[in-house]
């Protein structure tokens, strides 16, 4: 078939396939600090802080305002919509302050899940209403790209092929869309780790639906080097007795993905899903090494497994301002070294980073 209608400009596909480069270029990641207002209140609510505008914005405050050699590890951040109109306390927009650390600012776009009836309690995602109007107000705003979250859960009857193609194509529209309004979209279709399932199970399924994902982003003419995918690593499930070795991830992990998705991909950061930090460094450290070809740069985009450390060390208190950014810096290397095969587990890390940050049915 003649490609008689081009979907994007060559200057267009220059600009986003630029910003995803930018993104991942050296070992570095992406810090998820997209938690919606619900899920903040869930992680302030573990250190006994209230979930207010106020103290999410000082959270926030401290991790954006660490030293600027983060630029090394943090290639993005992924901001919530309140969090990308809040200023530190000098009066300093945070996407300023990412920004001139040469730091790219990205967007949550997705707007929670809606039930697909006669299914298992499946879901699919909302926020393609509007879609377009959001990504060019955010653009102008200074955003570059964009993250829409499908969650696909492994049960009884589940994932459903409904719920794989729905999601599937919601994903690849709300791709188009952004790509359409020069943001580069992280593609993230989570298969949650919830359930007793071994690993050969999880990666069948991860392999079914990203193989859904990349045919659907093809039929709605996703430039692909534009793009980056956000997966979950190929894990046993939470419940699963069996207990597997990061080398056994990293295999069934990139054997998942050398099956699905293009070389074209530039960057696949993987989410932490409720892993423990030191477990989520470890296995990404594995998937480096992994002796299978890999394309892509294969980085991360963690909220909890970059967070959960630093979050403990400030527990509401400015004068742990300092404790803070130590702990948010030192993941954000480890990760970085990561993303290279090169972090060694020195035995150090504190009891925060080896603790499971795993939430049942994790939604928002
Ligand atoms: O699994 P993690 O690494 O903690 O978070 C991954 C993530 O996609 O899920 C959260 C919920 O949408 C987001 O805040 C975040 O970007």
Not at 154 to 183: F, K, M, T, V
């Amino acid at each position: 078939m003649a490609h008689r209608f081009p979907a994007l400009t060559s200057e267009q596909k220059k600009e986003l396939s630029d910003i995803a480069q930018r993104v991942v270029a050296n070992g570095k990641g992406i810090l998820a600090a997209d938690e919606s207002v619900g899920t903040m209140g869930n992680r302030l609510q573990r250190i006994k802080v209230e979930n207010t505008e106020e103290n999410r914005r000082q959270f926030r405050e401290i991790l954006f305002t660490v030293d600027s050699s983060i630029n090394q590890s943090i290639g993005g951040v992924i901001l919530f919509h309140e969090t990308l109109y809040q200023k530190d306390s000098q009066g300093k927009l945070f996407r300023n302050i990412l920004k001139e650390k040469g730091i790219v600012v990205g967007i949550k776009l997705d707007q929670g899940g809606a039930p697909l009836a006669g299914t298992n309690k499946e879901t699919t995602i909302q926020g393609l209403d509007g879609l377009s109007e959001r990504c060019a107000q955010y653009k102008k705003d200074g955003v570059d790209f964009g993250k829409w979250r499908a969650v696909l859960r492994i049960d009884n009857q589940c994932p459903s092929h409904l719920a794989i193609q729905e999601n599937a194509n919601a994903l690849a529209r709300y791709a188009s869309i952004c790509q359409q309004n020069g943001l580069v979209p992280i593609v993230e279709p989570e298969v949650i780790p919830d359930g007793d399932h071994d690993l050969e199970h999880c990666q069948y399924v991860t392999e079914k639906v990203l193989a859904a994902v990349y045919k659907a982003l093809n039929d709605h003419h996703v430039y692909l080097e534009g793009t980056l995918l956000k997966p979950n690593m190929v894990t046993a499930g939470h419940a699963c007795t069996k207990k597997y070795t990061p080398e056994q991830v990293a295999m069934a992990t990139v054997t998942a993905l050398h099956r699905t998705v293009p070389a074209a991909v530039p960057g696949i950061c993987f989410l932490s899903g409720g892993m423990s930090e030191e477990d989520a460094t470890l296995n990404l450290n594995a998937i480096n090494l992994c002796p299978l070809p890999k394309p892509w740069k294969l980085s991360f985009s963690y909220g909890r497994a970059l967070q959960a450390s630093a979050l403990a060390a400030w527990g509401g208190k400015a004068a742990n301002k300092k404790a803070t950014q130590e702990a948010f810096m030192k993941r954000a290397l480890a990760n970085c070294q990561a993303a290279k095969g090169q972090y060694v587990h020195t035995g150090s890390s504190g009891s925060a980073s080896t603790q499971s940050l795993f939430t049942a049915c994790y939604t928002y």
